[in-house]
């Protein structure tokens, strides 16, 4: 079975806000406060730039990092991916704040061991504000484990 997530995820009012001047983007709240805003193909197409920007993401439109600082202004942005299969994937994240990145990006490869700070995305989220209480991590305390699948968010 598999997951994957590739998505922005910022406070939710702020990420509504921005939202808006972007038609193919669709919003899912998630927990303590947050939405998420997945890179669905619409999206990925509607904001293209060229290509794949250079920060190391599978799914992060050229020159969109731009768009994220800038949004960042309003409060701290993470852009997020990943991919598993099988219980073997990759982990990407980096966390935008005051216009520049703050975090990352993070990146734990195939079969790689996450670091004790925890996953990248934990790390991103943590950097946003979530607080996970004992035995779940940030990830599963603003539920990202309730789809398997980005799109699934806005489905």
């Known amino acids: 079975m598999g997951y994957d997530l590739h998505a922005v995820i910022a406070e939710g009012e702020a990420l509504r806000g921005v939202a808006r001047k972007l038609p193919a983007a669709r919003l899912a709240s998630i927990g303590q406060g947050l939405s998420l805003m997945p ?10 730039g060229s290509g794949v920007g250079a920060l190391g993401f599978w799914r992060l439109p050229g020159g969109f990092e731009k768009a994220l600082a ?20 990759e ?8 216009g ?4 990352g990006p993070l990146h734990v490869e195939e079969g790689q061991p996450f ?5 990248p995305i934990s790390q991103a ?3 946003l504000g979530v ?6 991590d ?18």
């Open 70 to 89: 800038a949004w960042s202004v309003g409060g701290p942005v993470a852009y997020v991916e990943a991919e598993y299969f099988g219980g073997v994937g």
């Open 138 to 155: 940030e990830f599963s305390a603003v539920g990202l484990d309730r789809h398997r699948h980005g799109e699934a968010w806005i489905g």
């Open 131 to 136: 607080v996970a209480t004992a035995g779940e």
């Open 91 to 98: 982990q990407r994240a980096a966390v935008w704040e005051g």
């Open 39 to 48: 890179m669905t193909d619409i999206l990925f197409d509607s904001v293209v």
């Open 125 to 127: 989220l943590r950097r």
């Open 100 to 103: 520049t990145i703050v975090l």
């Open 115 to 119: 670091p004790p700070a925890g996953s």
